[in-house]
């Protein structure tokens, strides 16, 4: 446990310091898994929203603030005054302070100026990131005055990070206030934006998510909570037709060669949403799934009434545009085995099997092969058969369906409405015990279900073969047992006979027999689900990965797909490092939950009653005759109503620690490591991604700065590339000692296609890299004219917002570029094309300022302009800047005559050619917009 030096939290202080006259006196502070951030990096202090917390006595309070104050300005949506402007002026005073500069404002005028945000401020964001603040200058101004006494205080490492109750509820951790803002500023394109960064399947989520956010909403202590899944629906659905969101190839950044492949086993939520984001970065992704049909328990499991099929269709043929390939009748076990994978190619396996077999009952008479015994899941199937017109079986009589979940609720509404005389549903608990979904029991209750509480099965009673009843017994609670539910138990002499036909298990469900065999090398848990790592989600087997329902047990949907995502993360990591990635947002929730940090059961504000807007329904007696789907979309009226309930309860902490966080990755090469071989221990040969196709390489080296232990291995004679700056010439180079490391941002040598592992992530990090020299020019033509306009991939970083030189994917070393730039210019004068055209530079559109005298600049200089492209009458240029300046960018256009040139883009400005085009009268593409 963390001890903490001194400190304020909900108003209690905390002076632990040798010397201070509360030092001894006070109760020690249990704070949980605080002592360090990420591996060998110490946490000194802590800030957020109810207070501060100080480990390290030397900490400067003047540069923590500022760093609280700086991410409330950056995050700040600018609607009220307090927040927008106070935040700015209390950083601005902070950063002269804590450099020793004079400050605008006295220590005085911040303290009221942090008042005033804490008590008028609209949202979140205002009220509460100044908190800290206040609680250092009411108890401890004299530490912040002897700061400023000393002088300049050095910047410290640490990160800040913003979120909010609903945010932190969500397993897939979707930002909520940010997508409803986007929904009250009339852009539901946007809202839908955030949703996809998450997860693919924002449709089928609007209609069966189980709102584990919304009963984290704060608003529910005024009123009702937000309808946060209403609104995500609202979103999802009006992207329809010419409306609709394109998925492509193009939305891949960084595609990987064609060797880099992961396996999926099964196409439920879990393996689509793996899919999903793997495919995003670059990977080639398979999906083996055993039934005809993606889409797992959501597909079969779920009835139309609540999930429409065509729309979960729509949501897993996302996959399939991106480039991912489903492989229907395909299972596990069966038709192929985890060796078959391994042994074809695939880099890393993601298992998504689900649990797709019913458990029984145990009670007395219990035999599946008896006629009307079904399972739930098996019921759900037959349903699923029904709806589709495959199968005819309706149902007679009166059905009983045991459980309390929302597969019972299911099984028990599909039921009624394949012609079921009455249904009975059976609970052992309380309705307030049933992990269904409330609204899903209301429903039930408006159709005409009937619900037996505390009520269980003791035998079941069969003649020749068929059921006719099921004998029942009444329970009663007992004493709560820890900190679980209370226990029931019998209550002796209420055993009771209820009649039925058809008895529908849907108790639980499990791994079906036979999916995973002995020889695989997967290892089960007590409950017969697959035993993974927390942290990674990595199984017994390198290289094989689980989530979803076959690893943690019957679950939700948006578990499942929150697992896809930690899954694509982990296997992009092991691909690429041999272990997973540190995430530092994901260190920041970890240590909010363990300490219990953000409160949920307090408003700050006032607030004007305001009742939530409710999905329109069709009539309990009219639907519960049909599968159409029950709940309608609401309006654009309702979703802005509805909208404008949140509180925008964003909270913002942050960090102080010893070093460098490490962004993506890991801080440093650990001491004495190796990078991972290219052979897995599997056997299978496996190649680094971003590496090149066999061609000359050259091996590129520099200092890990987060690490002093290690040294930068001396440089060759007569090369220049340990000390190579960004926009100079290197001199000769030879391939330095390994190991060879990149970091992005602080290297730039002109012979680096890509940081192997920065250009995915975005990332400060280090990572092994490999470069290749030149092909020809026609190569190099012939790659850009594939892959230009179509995909806006910035040659060297993999991004189109990234540092550096458009090109072609294969570089063009700075010592070469020259003699390539004016043969590819010849060419374009003696013959225009497209190809030879694009094979010229093009700057990045988020590139740092560099001079015309670097060595690609000057290679344009030095060059033709190309000839006009066949089909358009001339290059013409509106420049921003002129030819001598030190920021060369300037907005190309192409002339409409007779057709545009699909290739308008952000060039250099280059020689004369600075007047403005009357004849362009088309946009700059946004594919190339600055």
């Not at 949501?315 to 391994?342: M, N, S, V, Y």
Request: aromatic share 6%; with cysteine; glycine share 8%.
């Amino acid at each position: 446990m963390a001890e903490v030096s001194y400190g304020a939290w909900d108003d209690a202080v905390f002076d632990n310091r040798p010397g201070s006259p509360a030092s001894g006196q006070n109760s020690p502070v249990e704070l949980v898994d605080l002592e360090q951030f990420d591996p060998h990096n110490r946490i000194r202090a802590f800030f957020g929203d109810r207070g501060f917390f100080v480990f390290d006595p030397s900490v400067s309070l003047v540069d923590a603030l500022w760093r609280q104050m700086a991410e409330a300005a950056a995050q700040s949506c600018g609607k009220c005054t307090p927040c927008r402007m106070g935040t700015v002026l209390v950083r601005d005073a902070l950063d002269a302070l804590r450099k020793g500069k004079p400050s605008a404002l006295s220590l005085d005028a911040i303290k009221v100026l942090a008042e005033q945000m804490t008590a008028t401020s609209m949202c979140g964001v205002g009220r509460t990131c100044a908190r800290s603040l206040l609680a250092v200058f009411r108890h401890f101004r004299d530490q912040v005055e002897a700061e400023l006494r000393r002088g300049a205080q050095a910047e410290q490492h640490g990160m800040a990070y913003m979120t909010a109750p609903c945010i932190q509820a969500c397993p897939s951790r979707v930002n909520v206030p940010r997508y409803i803002d986007y929904i009250r500023d009339g852009m539901p394109a946007y809202a839908l934006g955030v949703i996809l960064q998450k997860y693919p399947m924002a449709a089928t989520c609007g209609r069966v998510c189980v709102r584990f956010c919304e009963m984290a909403c704060r608003r529910k202590l005024v009123d009702e909570a937000v309808g946060i899944k209403t609104l995500k629906r609202y979103v999802a659905d009006l992207q329809t037709g010419n409306q609709a969101l394109g998925f492509g190839r193009d939305l891949i950044a960084n595609p990987l060669s064609l060797n880099m492949r992961v396996a999926v086993v099964g196409a439920g939520p879990a393996g689509v949403s793996c899919a999903y984001h793997l495919l995003l970065r670059g990977y080639s992704v398979d999906i083996f799934e055993a039934l005809e049909e993606a889409g797992g328990m959501a597909a079969i499991g779920i009835p139309s009434y609540r999930l429409p099929k065509d729309v979960l269709r729509n949501e897993t043929d996302i996959i399939t545009a991106l480039g991912g390939h489903f492989l229907f009748g395909q299972r596990l076990g069966r038709d192929f085995t985890i060796d078959d994978l391994q042994a074809r190619g695939y880099q890393a396996i993601f298992l998504a099997i689900g649990c797709q077999e019913g458990a029984q009952l145990g009670v007395e008479g219990e035999d599946p092969t008896l006629q009307g015994y079904k399972s739930g899941i098996r019921f759900l199937l037959e349903v699923h058969e029904y709806v589709a017109g495959t199968h005819t079986g309706a149902l007679e009589g009166d059905v009983i369906v045991v459980g309390g979940g929302n597969v019972a609720m299911d099984c028990a509404r599909s039921a009624l409405r394949m012609g079921a005389a009455r249904v009975h549903v059976v609970y052992r608990r309380t309705r307030e015990d049933m992990p269904a979904d409330h609204e899903e029991v209301d429903a039930a209750i408006a159709e005409g279900i009937e619900f037996h509480f505390l009520t269980n099965p003791l035998r079941i009673i069969a003649e020749d073969g068929r059921i006719t009843g099921v004998e029942v017994t009444t329970m009663r609670p007992t004493a709560a047992v820890g900190r679980g539910r209370r226990n029931v138990e019998p209550v002796p002499g209420t055993g009771r006979v209820l009649p039925c036909t058809t008895l529908i298990a849907a108790i639980g469900q499990q791994i079906e027999k036979g999916t995973l065999l002995t020889e695989d090398g997967i290892k089960l848990d007590r409950w017969n689900c697959v035993e993974v790592t927390t942290e990674d989600l990595s199984t017994s087997r390198k290289g094989v990965f689980a989530g979803g329902d076959c690893a943690s047990g019957p679950s939700t949907l948006i578990h499942a797909m929150a697992n896809g995502l930690k899954a694509a993360r982990s296997i992009d990591g092991w691909i690429r490092d041999g272990r997973a990635l540190f995430e530092p947002r994901a260190r920041m929730r970890a240590i909010l939950n363990h300490n219990k940090m953000i409160v949920t059961d307090a408003v700050e504000e006032p607030v004007k009653p305001q009742y939530r807007v409710h999905h329109p329904e069709l009539d309990p007696d009219t639907r519960k005759q049909m599968f159409e789907e029950v709940e309608q979309t609401i309006s654009a009226e309702q979703a802005y109503h509805e909208a404008r309930r949140c509180l925008r309860c964003y909270r913002i902490y942050s960090v102080i620690t010893e070093r460098k966080i490490a962004n993506g990755a890991w801080p440093c090469p650990r001491p004495n490591s190796k990078p991972r071989s290219t052979a897995a221990s599997s056997g299978v040969t496996r190649t680094r991604p971003f590496s090149p196709a066999p061609a000359a390489t050259t091996s590129i080296s520099r200092r890990c700065a987060n690490c002093p232990t290690l040294t930068t291995p001396p440089a060759p004679a007569g090369s220049a590339w340990s000390k190579s700056a960004p926009g100079t010439r290197p001199g000769p180079r030879s391939s330095p000692p390994a190991p060879p490391w990149c970091r992005r941002g602080s290297w730039s040598t002109p012979a680096v296609r890509r940081c192997g592992k920065c250009s995915a992530s975005r990332s400060n990090c280090w990572w092994p890299i490999t470069t290749r020299t030149a092909p020809p020019v026609s190569a190099t033509a012939a790659a850009i004219s594939r892959t230009w306009p179509s995909s806006s991939v910035c040659g060297r970083t993999g991004f189109s917002t990234a540092h550096g030189w458009w090109r072609a994917r294969s570089t063009i070393p700075h010592r070469r570029w020259s003699a390539t730039c004016s043969a590819a210019s010849a060419a374009s004068a003696a013959s225009p094309s497209a190809a030879t055209a694009r094979a010229l530079m093009r700057w990045c559109n988020r590139a740092p300022a560099r001079t015309p005298q670097s060595p690609c600049a000057t290679a344009w200089h030095s060059a033709t302009r190309p000839a006009s492209p066949a089909g358009s009458a001339s290059w013409s240029v509106r420049p921003e800047h002129s030819a001598s300046a030190t920021k060369l960018t300037g907005r190309w256009r192409c002339s409409t005559t007779p057709t545009p040139s699909p290739w308008c883009s952000l060039l250099p400005q280059s020689g004369s050619g600075s007047a403005r085009s009357s004849a362009c009268r088309r946009a700059p593409m946004s594919r190339a917009r600055s």
